[in-house]
């Protein structure tokens, strides 16, 4: 395994430091596509933005869960780089990786926090094909959106925005999207709020 | 006219200097060496490696040097420094009973397996100034007696053979499992014992003192015998993950103490005595003996007693036993409040007005 | 006003000081967060090389989100120039060698305690608090474990007896700083002890806005864009502080006021507390007399 494996960042402190920049204001504005300069390498089935997300928050103390789709290699890189435990059980896990389109059940099975701690709630990193701030996508509202954010995604399964929507979410208690597009990002906080355009 | 008063960082640059120079203090005096300050001042670096969290004589003597012997300030500094410091992991628990002892006193039983070893203490000094010290010192050397091949089993766990004294336990619902660890995970209550054993064993030795001292009055009165305290050097042995077997990496000095405190029973236990445990870095014995009175104390919940004074509210104690916090936070009361005291003196100020001018409607 | 540019960093330290391992857990707790506006996150709060209730909560943010090519702001008290603004400017300077200014407009990330500049903040700016006590609730109750409850169960019934007290007591709310706001309807938060005169600014604003407390280990945030809205009572709005007279170095009428001592015989004025704004307007009108 370890001869094939690929580099992590060369200059942590700083490129982690950009990187998580990147996170944060993903996560602070709803649906707004950021780029992706970090050039970073795809791991087994993981893009450079799973990647990224991985070497930027993932460490021992966080329990990572990968769908089939990421593959050995995936696990090997993000043990060696981020030190972070593999788990096959999504309840237990903190981030979970998904490489390939999810399937609603799994995702329903992850960590929503409880009522004294809603943020002991998984964060999800679903990859997509594409990512972008067009006019056809779905309207985004929510803190973080000044007036609405629309959002065009392909690659999600059938029936995500509606799931998003309905799916058990009691604010505060939820779970926390980013889709991971090949060079781009964006998130989905629990609290964003989704209307199908019409 | 007015103008804001400025230079703050060269103000401060000053201050260092100042501060610097009255360290040195008076310069016809030899300058004082970290290593004259672990000999010498023992208990202090004791201390401070205590409360410090770190066991380092080097470095905690330095702290007490650069904190000008202000033992909080130099708690502080060596708590500043292990935090930058890697982690390697946690070493295996060390085992007291293989202690080499250089004290131990039981007030529970006249003799006992490996006896009573009174060892270097203040206990018997009469508290007379000893002008003799004041010139250079040398006393003479103590007679030694041979090192034993005896074994010095623990009091407690004599008592524990014959079933008087509850097993040792960590009290909570993840008895057997790894121990905590406060510095990493953050703390949310109620936490187990083996986490407020960590606290206790960081926490302020003079705020420890009081509370456990205010058992002994009868705010939460548990009867304490001083099972036995010992002090003494320990081996510390960790598991490299590359070996996958324990190697000895060094001995410290440690004070454990055992007390002994009375339990009438319950529904679903009989009568038998209960622990209260304490430990520290160094010879910290009035810190151990202390932190010992305030774990039994904080047990209340776990052996049905009433929870009615301080030293039993775990969160009251806990929130407040560390002293590097509570310095913090007392002394930033010194930083600029002007924005806060505006806001106060507007509301008062109104307030004034409008009551002086109800009272005038009323005298009208 | 001008940006003294980024220089060289202690190598002796980790940039920004906090290994890279606490930072992980940091950023994870800040995404949090984020996520949950108004909500107090709990995280490993670690030992810094100043006391707990400087500031220490609000360094260990700013040094989790600091690049290399951020412009960093410190105030205190809404001035550049107060001590332990200097203190913690200078540490970032020496631990991250970020450039620094004192002009609002410049920074891109602005560590404060106790105020909220006067000049509105951009999308592009992070403003991080300082805070002493996060928990709104803890003059009321003590308890972590109960205020949690309230918090969980949405239970703030004794905060609006408590203010509602002071009113039958006083005639007004007693409280003028860290005046508790509701955020987005749910959680109700502590500002940290800014005047209520700030309160205004947190409500819908453009910029990131994140809060830490070093000593009680708490983070929490407001994402931009966010509803924040101070608790009061139809019969007894919320207001601010208003003052009779304008600064007498600017002449500014819209910004909160420190009262200066000038004698023994209760001579006294009023001068802005957002040092760089007061310098700015004196600048911008010097210029237009010219």
Redesign the interface.
Known sequence: MAAALKPGFSD???E???C??V???A???PGLVQPITAGLPSAGGLNPASVMIAL????H??PVWLDASAGDEAADYIRFHCGAPITADTSAA?FGFFAACPDRHVLNSFAIG??????A?A?LVIQVEDLSNGPDGVMLTG????TVHRLAATGLPDGFWTWLNTSDRS??L?I?IILAGPNCLTAL???VRVEEAA | MYVAVKGGERAIDNAHRLLAEKRRGNRSLADITPEQISEQLALGVDRVMSEGSLYDRGLAALAIKQARGDMIEAVFLVRASRTTLARFGYSVAIDTGAMEISRRISATFKDLPGGQVLGPTFDYTHRLLDCGLETDSSPEPAAMAPVSDEATPHVLGLLDKQGLIEPASSGGAQAESEPGDMTRDPLSFPVDRDVRLQMLARGDEGFLLALGYSTQRGYARNHPFAGEIRVGMVEVCFVPEELGFAVCIGDIEITECEMVNQFKGSKSAPPQFTRGYGISFGHCERKAMSMAQVDRALRAGELDEDRTAPAQDEEFVLSHCDNVQATGFVEHLKLPHYVDFQSELELVRRMRREQGADRQEAAE | MSIEPAGCRDSGYNFAYLNEQTKKMIRRALLKAVAIPGYQVPFASREMPMPYGWGTGGVQVTASILTPEDVLKVIDQGADDTTNAVSIRKFFRRTAGVATTEATAQATVIQTRHRIPERALGPDQILVYQVPIPEPLRFLEPRETETRKMHAFEDYGLMHVKLYEDISQHGHIATTYAYPVKVEGRYVMDPSPTPKFDNPKMDNCAALQLFGAGREKRIYALPPFTSVVSLDFEDHPFQVQAWEHPCELCGARDSYLDEVIIDDKGGRMFVCSDTDYCASRRMAASEAAE
């Open positions: 942590p402190s700083a982690s430091a950009r998580f920049r996170l944060l204001n996560m602070s504005r930027t928050l993932c460490d103390e966080s903190a409880s009522p004294d701690y809603p943020d709630s964060t803190p973080g959106i000044e604010f505060p939820g926390d906080p629990r609290t």
